[in-house]
């Protein structure tokens, strides 16, 4: 609500002393009741022909003949002494100092202190006494102040008017006439009446003049709407001010229709936000878009439309993803998008609505912004390699995992629909890609410095078309520093006599897939004859084929998961050094000669080979298909050179010591099948296949038997770790044409491949 607070002040109305000179008329100083005065107290005064009554100025005053003394007797009972410079319209007869008491006159009241006594016609309203108004009253063409207890109201109920201010006028003759305007707080300096010319004026009070004379009374009733005035001068009032709060067109208190200015339609420009072909940055995993805009003419309140670009006209507010407010007092607007839209267009609609009905204006320019987002997160090491996607199609992992650099040559970058497409920048272990658009057809991809990691998780080293990459600020990579070498067989039964801990052991990752790597402990033969693998049996040890620890026979056989044997002893003798060298009735003693190079005669029992101490083969060995050795060795073997033994022919190497397989010797293209070692290998102790090779490790391929009755070692790495992603280090493939072509002495089945740690 609000107050409106009027202070009404004290309005002086200061004495003039007029002098005129009218042709053809003299006028004399008199002394009788003229204009209705009280001779019996009042100054020197006199007349004019209209019958107005003007105090003389004092001795000398051309107007008043004989005048000598300041005052007429009886002389009013206060002493005047005029200030300096005396007030505007003031006397010396009746100006009163601070100290001096105005006596009452005809029409007054009394007053003490500076100011005015009340003369007769001119009236200055005194200071009332006893509680009186601060207010001129008229009446009878009289004025006073108001006394106690009585109120400008009252003024009327007396027959006079209230505030009235005097001019002097004259028509278009000269003719002195009389014209009377009524003072108000709000209006303008008093003006003559229509037809006359202003003579004098008291200048400076607020007045809206009437337009008749003295017997214009009970001019305007509140409210002033419009009506004609009460008395004789015609015309209407014209103040009706809080008659219409709201102008809307509607009628008034008075009968008559208020201006229409405020309902008229909104016009004007606004500034969107966003502006047409604005990118808008909105950071996983908000959602929202905050609209806004600059406030327009004469509107009150706006409508907005939402809509996916593109979408037809006629359906801005039925489209899904779009979204139509109304009637919004704000200048801004927490739009909730769909992450699957990637641009949007908007607009607004102004709308006045101080009346009723409400008013609209136009729809503005359609504008178009983007949505896009940035995409976080982190490259995180998987030494278990035990990451997997979760429910929301991002790679997790429980615990372990550590930050890491993909490597300097990594890139990261994003693409998508109508291709767009951002790339990324790597800092240490985290990145970020700005600019994606906020769209579901999204694809994140890195590419890591393959010579040193390689991705467990996504497998692919890439996230497509996963929303979950747009509402996640955490969209992780996890990485292996190149898998751990694994060996692999192809047909052979593989077998390992341990009966606890772990008898198998061969990591083969997720990242060997089919066609091109075939995630099996055990495959195929070369024609890929189905059911051609074979199996996996150990004494009661276990078997591990993978990196998932809860899955660790996923990988035994290329045609079953889950084939393999626990528990399996060998009831008969084992087929060792010792076995095989009673069978052929070799000893210490017997004839040395083999020392290394292969054998261009045969040998001197006619039945095999022997060397008494340690061997090591630096030429390559080449077997026709009609050549046909056993070996005995009662020492180590090493291999450093190729042995290759044609289809038809036989070879076998029989060893009390280790068997140790170079790093020198291998194939130097990882996707070989091609063997390198060909042949029977029997060793007492271990069957090694070394390592550690300079400038890298070969891909070791051995075709025929092979058994370590100590253990075997394999012990290649890739120097690229990632080469392990989808190649083993170790390949045996099973050469059943030995069993055909061996000697009757060795009649007994020698396909067992053993591992033991």
């Known amino acids: 609500m609000n107050i409106l607070k009027r202070i009404y002040s004290v309005i002086i109305i200061s004495l003039v002393s007029f002098i005129f000179f009218h042709s053809g008329s003299k006028i004399q100083a008199q002394s009788f009741n003229c204009c209705g005065c009280d001779s019996a107290v009042e100054v020197a005064t006199y007349c004019d022909k209209n019958n107005f009554c003007y105090e003389c100025t004092g001795p000398g005053d051309p107007n008043c003949p004989g005048l000598t003394g300041t005052c007429l007797s009886p002389a009013p009972a206060c002493s005047c002494t005029p200030p300096s410079p005396p007030p505007q319209g003031g006397c010396s007869s009746s100006w009163c100092t601070s100290s001096s008491t105005c006596s009452a006159i005809q029409g007054s009241t009394q007053s003490s202190g500076a100011g005015y006594c009340s003369p007769p016609d001119l009236v200055q309203c005194c200071t009332p ?93 509140a409210p002033y709407c419009g009506q004609p005035n009460k008395g004789t001068c015609g015309g209407t009032c014209s103040n009706d001010s809080n008659v219409c709060p709201n102008s809307c067109g509607q009628v008034n208190a008075c009968g008559r229709n208020c201006g229409t200015s405020d309902e008229t339609p909104p016009s004007g420009t606004t500034t969107p936000t966003p502006a047409n072909g604005a990118t808008v940055t909105v950071t996983p995993p908000a959602t929202t878009v905050t609209l806004s805009w600059t406030a327009m003419t004469k509107a009150t309140k706006y409508n907005l439309q939402i809509y996916p670009t593109g979408t037809p006209s006629g359906q801005e507010c039925t489209a899904s993803g779009s979204a139509c407010p109304t009637n919004l007092t704000t200048l801004n607007y927490a739009f909730t998008f769909t992450p699957t839209i990637t641009s949007y267009t908007w607009r607004i609609l102004p709308i006045n609505g101080t009346c009723t009905p409400a008013v609209n204006g136009s729809w503005t320019s359609p504008t178009t912004f983007t949505i896009v987002s940035p995409i976080r997160g982190n490259f995180i090491l998987d030494t278990t390699q035990s990451s997997g996607v979760g429910g929301n199609g991002l790679c997790q992992l429980g615990s372990g995992g550590t930050g890491q650099n993909p490597g300097a040559s ?102 060997c897939t089919s066609p091109s790597c075939t995630p099996a402990l055990s495959t195929r033969t070369v024609l890929n004859t189905t059911n051609s693998d074979s199996y996996v049996v150990s004494g009661g040890g276990a078997i591990d084929s993978t990196l998932d620890a809860a899955s660790q026979y996923t990988y035994l056989r290329q045609d079953g998961t889950t084939g393999h044997i626990l528990g399996a002893t060998l009831n008969g003798p084992q087929e060792d050094y010792s076995y095989f060298a009673q069978l052929f009735g070799v000893s210490t003693t017997s004839t040395v000669d083999f020392t290394g190079t292969q054998p261009s005669s045969a040998p001197t029992n006619g039945k095999n080979y022997y060397a008494n101490s340690d061997v090591t083969i630096n030429s390559a060995w080449n077997l026709t298909n009609n050549q046909s050795m ?113 000697p009757p002495q060795l009649g007994s089945p020698l396909q067992l491949w053993q591992e033991t740690n």
């Open 410 to 511: 990594s890139t990261i970058g994003a693409t998508w629909g109508g291709g767009g497409n951002s790339l990324g920048v790597i800092s240490g272990s985290g990145y970020t890609i700005s600019n994606v658009a906020y769209t579901n057809s999204t694809t994140v991809t890195l590419t890591p410095d393959l010579n040193l990691y390689s991705c467990v998780c996504p497998s692919s080293c890439s996230y497509t078309n996963t929303t979950s990459v747009l509402t996640s600020n955490n969209v992780n990579f996890y990485l292996s520093n190149g898998k751990q070498s694994w060996w692999q067989t192809s047909n052979g039964l593989i077998y390992a006599g341990n009966t606890t801990g772990t008898a198998v052991y061969s990591k083969i990752p997720a990242t």
């Open 129 to 221: 006494s006893g509680g009186g108004q601060s207010a001129l009253c008229y009446t009878d063409n009289r004025p006073r102040c108001l006394g106690e207890g009585e109120s400008p109201s009252q003024c009327q109920a007396m027959g006079g008017r209230q505030n009235e201010c005097w001019i002097v006028c004259r028509n278009a003759g000269g003719t002195v006439a009389q014209c009377t305007s009524y003072c108000s707080q709000a209006g303008t300096a008093c003006t003559c009446c229509p037809g006359l010319t202003q003579d004098f004026s008291t200048s400076g009070w607020p007045c809206i003049c009437g337009s008749g004379g003295a017997s214009c009374t009970n001019i305007c009733n």
């Open 630 to 742: 056993v070996i005995f060795v009662n020492g180590n073997l090493t291999i450093n050179q190729p042995i290759h033994v044609a289809e038809g022919g036989f070879l076998a190497f029989i060893v009390n010591g280790n068997i140790t397989v170079a790093n020198t010797v291998g194939a130097t293209t990882f996707t070989s099948g091609t063997p390198v070692v060909e042949g029977v290998y029997i060793a007492d102790q271990q069957l090694i296949i070394a390592g550690g090779k300079a400038g890298g490790d070969l891909k070791f391929v051995g075709g025929g038997m092979f058994a370590g009755w100590g253990g075997v070692q394999l012990n290649r790495t890739y120097t690229t770790p990632t080469t392990n992603n989808t190649n083993p280090t170790d390949l045996f493939i099973y050469r059943p044409d030995f069993l055909l072509n061996a």
